[in-house]
Nanobody
Framework: QVQVVESGGGLVQPGGSLRLSCVVS????????MAWYRQSPGNQRELVAT???????KYADFVKGRFTISRDNAKNTMFLQMNSLKPEDTAVYYC????????WGKGTLVTVSS
């Protein structure tokens, strides 16, 4: 069973930045399609960004130009650099690891508020 652990959430003012991290156990991280999702109260979980093992990225329209997904295969770690944060970015952010089977972390809360 793959273990997925997110970190880096917190409270930030509008316009600020945060960097989320996701560490995945095991030796097959480099093969995994990785993704960040988020879920705000009363809403369904939504896809934020994905990154392949080779570094090809895709973004939801609502984060394009503000968020950057990246990964370090040598450290089994994925990142989400979030800039120009808005109150509507407030959510629990989840890391998803996929290689046939899907594994989720428990999430990290991001709150954007003045």
């Amino acid at each position: 069973q793959v273990q997925v652990v997110e970190s880096g959430g917190g409270l930030v003012q509008p316009g600020g930045s945060l960097r989320l991290s996701c560490v995945v156990s095991g030796s097959i991280f480099k093969l995994m399609l990785m993704a960040w999702y988020r879920q705000s109260p009363g809403n369904q979980r939504e896809l934020v960004a994905t990154i392949t093992g080779g570094g090809i990225t895709k973004y939801a329209d609502f984060v394009k130009g503000r968020f950057t997904i990246s990964r370090d295969n040598a450290k089994n770690t994925m990142f989400l650099q979030m800039n120009s944060l808005k109150p509507e970015d407030t959510a629990v952010y989840y890391c998803n690891a996929n290689l046939g089977e899907t594994s989720w972390g428990k999430g990290t809360l991001v709150t954007v508020s003045s």
